[in-house]
């Protein structure tokens, strides 16, 4: 990948899979807008202040979050602790939430650091993964417990931000698999795919489909990018039949020029009360739930869900 970060340090222990980089990474750290602690410096703060400071979270903006843990200490020490208490704090997080009425977050939480066009950034097909191999398996696993039976009459589903792969079971099928993404030929590539749109959610946040169109919606590791996120995810909400299911999936790993100032400057367990907040400010979902699948945790990439059904009467 590119580097649009004039300057930078690189961090070069860091482990870099397909140029997407640990959020975590002190090479994020310089990148992003505003004071931007790791996941790891995240965790051990909350872990002397207990849970309640967390939920702050939501009414004080994640800058005053991003103000605190600044304080933090080094990145890397206490990793494996760290790591080991954020699936439990990730499945948790979500039951203790309470929501502000307004959503709490402002336009500068959306900026990214590079804010050029996303069709200039996804113009040459990446035909890479994102997460490594058993945090794909774990959404894999996950996905075959969750997912109607290949070939169930009339189901169709939509995977946004979609490339190459979809990480859905093998050989899965339906009669109506789309996949939403920025380029064509990954688009094209992706075996799954009954049909394909190439869209920019960032430019046009109306989903091109009619209401009431999926049973599942999923997204993939990609969430971070989007700058309107209350826009997309309403659209969501429209184009899901009623009961259908979202699926929004997430590791720690982004390509941090073009990952929101939120999602850059704060933790794996602030990323799912951003995006479970996303539910719920949009409306006409049931409340969010958080699932951690993590598969060997301080060892392979973490992996999250943050899922939600459509309302019957949405
Ligand atoms: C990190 S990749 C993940 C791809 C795929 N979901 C996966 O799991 O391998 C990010 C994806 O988000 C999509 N994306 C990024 N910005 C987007 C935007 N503004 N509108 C629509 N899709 C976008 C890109 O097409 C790209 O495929």
Same mark, same amino acid.
């Given at each position: 990948?590119? /580097?649009?970060?004039?300057?930078?340090?690189?961090?070069?222990?860091?482990? &870099?899979?397909?140029?997407?980089?640990?959020?975590?990474?002190?090479?994020?750290?310089?990148?992003?807008?505003?004071?931007?602690?790791?996941?790891?410096? !995240?965790? %051990?703060?909350?872990?002397?202040?207990?849970? !309640?400071?967390?939920? #702050?979270?939501?009414?004080?903006?994640?800058?005053? #979050?991003?103000?605190?843990? =600044?304080?933090?200490?080094?990145?890397?020490?206490?990793?494996? +602790?760290?790591?080991?208490?954020? %699936?439990?704090?990730?499945?948790?997080?979500?039951?203790?939430?309470?929501?502000?009425?307004?959503?709490?977050?402002?336009?500068?939480?959306?900026?990214?650091?590079?804010? =050029?066009?996303?069709?200039?950034?996804?113009? =040459?097909?990446?035909?890479?993964?994102?997460i490594?191999?058993p945090a794909i398996d774990a959404l894999t696993k996950y996905y075959s417990k969750v997912f109607?039976?290949?070939?169930?009459?009339?189901? =169709?589903? #939509?995977?946004?931000?979609?490339?190459?792969?979809s990480h859905f079971p !093998?050989?899965y099928?339906?009669?109506?698999?789309?996949?939403?993404?920025? /380029? $064509?030929? $990954?688009?094209?590539?992706?075996?799954?795919?009954?049909?394909?749109?190439?869209?920019?959610?960032?430019?046009?946040?109306?989903?091109? @489909?009619?209401?009431?169109?999926?049973?599942i919606?999923t997204?993939v590791?990609?969430?971070?990018?989007? *700058?309107?996120?209350?826009?997309?995810?309403?659209?969501?909400?429209?184009?899901?039949?009623?009961?259908?299911l979202?699926i929004i999936s997430f590791?720690?790993?982004?390509?941090?020029?073009?990952?929101?100032? +939120?999602?850059?400057? *704060?933790?794996?367990?602030?990323?799912?009360?951003? &995006?479970?907040?996303? @539910?719920?400010?949009?409306?006409? @979902?049931?409340?969010?739930q958080a699932v951690d699948i993590s598969p060997?945790?301080?060892?392979?990439?973490?992996m999250y869900i943050i899922y939600?059904?459509?309302?019957? *009467?949405?």
């Amino acid at each position: 990948m590119a /580097n649009h970060c004039p300057g930078l340090r690189v961090h070069r222990s860091m482990p &870099v899979l397909a140029g997407v980089y640990r959020c975590s990474s002190s090479y994020s750290r310089t990148c992003a807008v505003g004071s931007v602690p790791s996941p790891s410096e !995240a965790l %051990k703060k909350w872990k002397t202040w207990g849970r !309640a400071p967390r939920r #702050l979270v939501l009414g004080l903006g994640v800058s005053v #979050l991003a103000q605190f843990m =600044s304080m933090a200490d080094t990145f890397g020490r206490n990793s494996f +602790i760290a790591s080991a208490r954020q %699936k439990s704090d990730v499945e948790e997080i979500l039951k203790n939430a309470e929501w502000p009425e307004q959503f709490p977050f402002k336009e500068e939480d959306f900026q990214r650091f590079d804010e =050029s066009p996303d069709t200039v950034f996804y113009e =040459s097909p990446r035909f890479v993964t994102h997460i490594d191999d058993p945090a794909i398996d774990a959404l894999t696993k996950y996905y075959s417990k969750v997912f109607p039976p290949s070939n169930t009459p009339g189901v =169709s589903i #939509l995977d946004m931000c979609s490339s190459w792969v979809s990480h859905f079971p !093998a050989g899965y099928k339906q009669d109506r698999i789309v996949g939403l993404g920025m /380029n $064509e030929e $990954e688009l094209k590539r992706n075996p799954v795919l009954t049909e394909y749109a190439v869209q920019d959610l960032n430019l046009n946040p109306k989903i091109p @489909f009619e209401d009431n169109s999926f049973d599942i919606i999923t997204n993939v590791v990609s969430v971070d990018y989007l *700058t309107k996120p209350l826009d997309v995810f309403k659209e969501m909400c429209r184009t899901l039949k009623p009961g259908g299911l979202a699926i929004i999936s997430f590791s720690n790993r982004c390509f941090f020029t073009k990952a929101i100032s +939120i999602w850059t400057s *704060t933790g794996d367990t602030d990323h799912a009360l951003i &995006v479970a907040s996303y @539910f719920h400010y949009a409306g006409g @979902f049931e409340p969010p739930q958080a699932v951690d699948i993590s598969p060997n945790p301080g060892r392979s990439d973490p992996m999250y869900i943050i899922y939600s059904k459509k309302l019957t *009467t949405a």
